[in-house]
């Protein structure tokens, strides 16, 4: 871009261009991708909340050595995708949380899967998948912790009865958000977390295992296999109109 200043006639020998700087312009993807890098993010960040029954006769802490044995394995291929969240293992039931990659979390449903399909009597039983949070801008949980919950916690009224399973589920995920800030704010990284005393830690923030069978047991939830399945079909399907020729009507 150039332009002619005041007092110079074309053709001068003393005319000058000035050149003016071209000033650098982004498109919305190269927005995107800078805002990312500042958030160190190397991926797209999801969150799982699922409920499952534990099976009979099965060690509280085998389903923790199942867990982190399994992390451990996902990581070698998933290089820097590390999982974060919460397993709560009451006496019949689990309620955990998930924070990673689609990748890792997608290997993890197809992991429990191929268990619940080849060993009936897999650790778990009856997982739901409660909901999954998509981008979400930043880790609740900084590490993963597991708690026995050792102790019942009593409620003046069962809830499954008096509300809808909508209001269960937002009760529900309310109360595992305000433990994940309570953990936040009092467990420090690198440390074992609360162990298995949340029960007389936060009370409150616990939910009855009568509410956890509630959810187990409830329809309307996906269950891994069904969510696998959706995930994997494609997302563009061929009309009977782009195959079928000549059409039944005219296009004009």
């Known amino acids: 871009i150039s332009f002619m200043p005041h007092g110079r006639h074309i053709g001068g020998k003393h005319d ?3 050149l003016v700087p071209q000033i650098p312009r982004k498109n919305y993807l190269q927005h995107l991708e ?4 500042l958030q160190f993010k190397k991926f797209l960040l999801h969150r799982i909340f699922f409920v499952a029954q534990i099976s009979e006769n099965v060690e509280k802490k085998s389903i923790t050595d199942y867990y982190e044995q399994l992390f451990q394995f996902i990581l070698k291929s998933h290089l820097g995708e590390s999982v974060t969240g919460i397993v709560l293992i009451y006496p019949t039931t689990i309620l955990h949380v998930l924070e990673s990659s689609v990748g890792t979390i997608y290997r993890i449903l197809t992991d429990y899967v191929s268990h619940e399909t080849t060993e009936p009597d897999f650790l778990l039983h009856d997982l739901k998948i409660l909901v999954v949070s998509h981008n979400i801008p930043t880790r609740l949980f900084m590490q993963w912790y597991n708690s026995v919950i050792k102790a019942p916690v009593m409620y003046l ?8 399973k909508d ?4 009760e529900c995920l309310t109360l595992v958000l305000k433990l994940g800030m309570y ?5 420090k990284v690198g440390t074992k977390g609360p162990g298995d005393n949340l029960h007389s830690l936060v009370p409150e923030l616990l939910l009855p295992e009568e509410i956890i069978k509630y959810l187990c047991r409830a329809e309307g939830f996906l269950s891994p296999a069904l969510f696998l399945s959706m995930y994997n079909k ?3 399907v061929i009309l009977d109109a782009e195959v079928v020729w000549p059409t039944s009507t005219p296009l004009g």
């Open 34 to 37: 800078e805002k990312r890098r």
């Open 167 to 170: 209001e269960v589920v937002t």
């Open 157 to 164: 009224e069962d809830v499954t009865q008096s509300q809808s």
């Open 183 to 187: 953990l936040l704010k009092n467990v």
């Open 16 to 18: 000058q261009k000035i």
């Open 234 to 236: 494609p997302i563009h």
